[in-house]
């Protein structure tokens, strides 16, 4: 009788310390994870202001032809294209957020120019503050900052009938100086709803992961 009760509590036990075991992390496993998440490089991705520019569709045809309501072309192209950015990347030496207070930044996009012309058009942070800017590196915990800087819907006539869907994109370091700067694409044969625009841009959003990486890799 008493050899079956001290079993049972011996197995009891030793469910319970497994269970303690298994939940409790050990102080090497939280100074390990405090290490991986010390060495992340954050890239805070950021989509201009009134960004999507064509040379043949004016805001209400994008809006007939897509369903995406006028004042929110910009926004849902950003949206888009940043949170492909995110899902894509399988770097984990690397991190692509978005901010979680986006008019907190409004102020400081209003600053951002773009110098070029059609699709070649890069941000210009000349006239963003310095402090201003800082403190965006600050409140973020970001060590990059990646603009999407416009959205270029290149139609094309000939020789055949082909939408350009053209992205382009500057890096900027913690002390504002650009570090790479690009554009990539996709095509369609007309303009795309919401969901379509999501999964073909896809691959053309992960090339611009890959440039990225690899650029901050050197």
Not at 4 to 28: E, F, N
Not at 118 to 129: G, H, K, P, T
Not at 154 to 163: A, G, Y
Not at 168 to 186: A, C, H, I, M, P
Request: glycine share 4%; charged share 25%.
């Amino acid at each position: 009788m008493k050899a079956g009760l001290l079993k049972k509590i011996s197995l009891a036990l030793g469910l319970v310390l497994w269970v303690t075991g298994s939940v409790c992390a050990s102080p090497a496993d939280e100074e390990g994870a405090n290490k991986a998440n010390n060495n992340l490089v954050k890239v805070l991705v950021i989509g201009l202001h009134d960004n999507v520019e064509s040379n043949y569709f004016p805001g209400s045809m994008i809006t007939e032809e897509t369903g995406i309501p006028t004042d929110s072309i910009d926004y849902t192209y950003n949206q888009i294209i940043a949170k492909n950015i995110i899902a894509s990347n399988k770097n984990k030496k690397y991190q692509f957020v978005t901010p979680e207070k986006a008019a907190a930044i409004s102020s400081l996009l209003d600053k951002i120019r773009l110098e070029g012309e059609e699709e070649e058009r890069y941000a210009d942070l000349s006239q963003v503050d310095d402090n201003r800017y800082e403190q965006l590196i600050k409140d973020t915990d970001s060590d990059y900052v990646l603009f999407l800087n416009q959205h270029y819907l290149k139609w094309q006539e000939k020789p055949l009938r082909t939408l350009f869907h053209i992205t382009s994109y500057s890096l900027f370091d913690k002390n504002q100086k650009e570090v790479t700067r690009g554009n990539n694409y996709f095509t369609s044969m007309n303009l795309e709803s919401k969901d379509k625009l999501s999964k073909d841009s896809w691959k053309s959003s992960s090339k611009i992961v890959s440039t990225i990486v690899k650029s901050l890799s050197k």
